[in-house]
């Protein structure tokens, strides 16, 4: 638990680190975050011994569409995140990973068939209706927070394709990416266009890739740990830190529109993880209940 946690909040502080670097644009700051999360991550697998691992992975042609396909969902849930928290749009940024839970829900009915039980149907419905209140109220679709939410959750349902841990498969993704990324710098180089003015971004652009990769990791080892439905109700650490510092450190203003509809998604997700928990509690008491009377 204190690994997810540790995960979870350095997610949800990230902002403070990106804005050290808001004056390199997005796309360069990315591919600096690739390359550097590339390394970081090849490391551990050769220090886990999993190199062998990884060149297979990135060898099967099925499963190098599936790879490429979950690098660009991360690639484009990275750039405009980061490009968000550049823009004023941080309050927003947060939305869309309140929202991203509850979307994972949906997709999980659509694609798998899973069934909701009624409260559970209730929270997705209140946080459609949040949606609908921002959207009539500010007058435009909060496309940034939609935008992170499905790109999140689309990268995770590509990943449950993926016969591979959540490291091994991350390396592969950067790893994929890492091409693109150095073919961009080389261009922003050859055009004299760079954002990094000296030894300090430099470095700031190194740390980017332990800013990306030690989360991922703390967060691999604590899921595999801990009870599911506790870590999942611990991952909203990290869009509670990103609204607190939309507030209170970059001053981004909160109309009452917010005010509406941010309740409102809180709300759907303690129904949702009410429920939840319900579920998982009664599941293991059936589990125990079997187990007891097989010893029996």
Partial sequence: MLAVTAAAAAWGVAPLFFKLLAHVPPFELVAHRVIWSAVIF?????VQGRLSALRALLRGRAGLRTLALAAALMAVNWTLFIWAVFNGRATEASLGYFIYPLLNVVLGVVVFGERLRPVQWAAVLLVALAVGVLTLGLGAVPWVALTLAGSFAAYTLVKKRLDAGPVLS????T???MPLALAYL???ARGDASGVTGAKDA?????AGVVTATP???MSYGVRRAPLSTAGLVFYLNPSLQFLLALLVFREPVGIWHAIAFPMIWAALA????SALRQDRAARRR???VATSGML
């Fill in 271 to 274: 129904l949702y993880s009410v």
């Fill in 170 to 173: 991350v390396t592969a993704e």
């Fill in 186 to 188: 080389a261009w922003v």
């Fill in 203 to 207: 470095a700031l652009l190194l740390l």
């Fill in 175 to 177: 790893v994929l990416m």
């Fill in 42 to 46: 090849c490391v551990v697998v050769v």
């Fill in 216 to 218: 991922l990791i703390f």
């Fill in 287 to 289: 589990a125990s209940s």
